[in-house]
């Protein structure tokens, strides 16, 4: 019998973090993963999710939640209201090897805190960069750019799998868009994570035809097409179990 194939943490970046390097970080229900709602977002089902899974997922969210299953390509149960739905790209940054600019530290660049977390708020509510949460700056080094004393651009650490770690939260001020600040921040955080012996990633959505370009530009390589998926957990079960019951 051949011995399977063992699965690439980037295949499912959320399930390697959280059993990896943000094991701290997990909340468990049978097979079913997910970090605290105010971390992030990312919920990680396994390969083959059946309806026990399900129904895990449900205890753990709540009737009513909506709950976030990137890279999940498969139908949800009946009675589950798929709330978004987008193509995404995975792109990796495997090496400084003089196709774009090298990772480095960025003299402007200043480590963002606890205190610093309701301005980064506020310029994710601007700006949109995705999921940036009250706790999420735990997940890793954020980096930011102030003028004038205001933050105006900022880019961190979010998923960690073993041996990689995702770039996230790449946004700058509408006013200070065109001087190359969200370049600089993306390269000065992958300095920190090649510092650390692990390589840089991050995702975006297929369609951000713009954002693709940078980061090409930058170094970063196309591994994987994925799926940006949320669902709205019902209030009863397919077999007419209230959510989180047996």
Do not use: K
């Not at 498969?74 to 774009?100: I, K, M, N």
């Amino acid at each position: 019998m051949s011995t399977p194939t063992p699965r690439h943490p980037l295949d499912r970046p959320a399930f390697a973090a959280l059993t990896g390097p943000h094991a701290r970080f997990a909340e468990r229900r049978g097979r079913v993963l997910r970090y605290p709602v105010d971390v992030s977002p990312w919920l990680a089902l396994p390969d083959d999710p059946g309806p026990a899974d399900w129904a895990d997922v449900a205890a753990l969210a709540g009737p009513g939640q909506e709950i976030a299953l990137p890279g999940f390509r498969g139908a949800v149960p009946d009675g589950w209201e798929v709330t978004f739905s987008v193509d995404g790209v995975q792109l990796v940054h495997y090496g400084d090897d003089g196709d774009g600019p090298a990772a480095a530290p960025d003299p402007e660049a200043v480590r963002l805190g606890p205190a610093d977390v309701p301005e980064m708020l506020d310029l994710v509510e601007r700006t949109r960069p995705g999921p940036f949460l009250p706790r999420t700056i735990e997940l890793g080094t954020y980096l930011g750019i102030r003028r004038g004393g205001a933050l105006v651009a900022m880019a961190g650490e979010r998923l960690r799998p073993p041996g990689f770690t995702e770039i996230s939260a790449v946004c700058t001020d509408p006013g200070f868009r065109g001087e190359g600040l969200a370049t600089r921040l993306i390269l000065a955080v992958a300095f920190g994570i090649r510092e650390r012996g692990e390589t840089p990633f991050l995702h975006t959505g297929a369609g951000n035809t713009g954002a693709i370009r940078l980061y090409e530009s930058l170094g970063f390589r196309l591994r994987l097409r994925t799926r940006f998926l949320s669902a709205r957990v019902p209030e009863r079960l397919g077999d007419g179990r209230p959510v989180g019951v047996g």
